[in-house]
């Protein structure tokens, strides 16, 4: 099993959802955050003043998969999330060793 995080544009997350329903993907957590990468933030103007915005608003999705399905979830989620400008995010994985459903028992994949 594998765990994939992904931080990618807030506007991007419909986008990256319907590829996941399509792939079968049933679960997947989203978090609100901020932070900044090459692009090293933004300037906004507020009432006439520049202002420099150093952590931008991102979203982190996580989920977990089989590890036979993580390289067509990967590239399910870049294709959805990539808009071709800097800022577009990053995917992580990690290596799951287990997964357990609260309410079942279930462990491994059956929990997924």
């Known amino acids: 099993m594998k765990w994939i995080v992904a931080i990618i544009q807030p506007h991007r997350l419909d986008a990256v959802r319907d590829a996941l329903n399509e792939l079968g993907i049933a679960g997947l957590t989203v978090t609100e ?6 692009q090293k933030g933004q300037t906004e103007i507020y ?8 952590y931008l608003p991102k ?7 089989d590890s036979k399905a993580t390289s067509k979830v990967v590239e399910a989620i870049r294709e959805a999330a990539e808009t071709g400008k800097i800022g577009d995010g990053k995917i992580f994985i990690l290596d799951l060793k287990s997964a357990m459903r609260i309410r079942t028992g279930e462990t491994g994949t059956e929990a997924l």
């Open 33 to 38: 955050v901020r932070g900044y990468g090459r």
């Open 47 to 54: 009432r006439g003043a520049e202002y420099q915005i150093s």
């Open 59 to 65: 979203l982190k999705l996580e989920l977990a998969v």
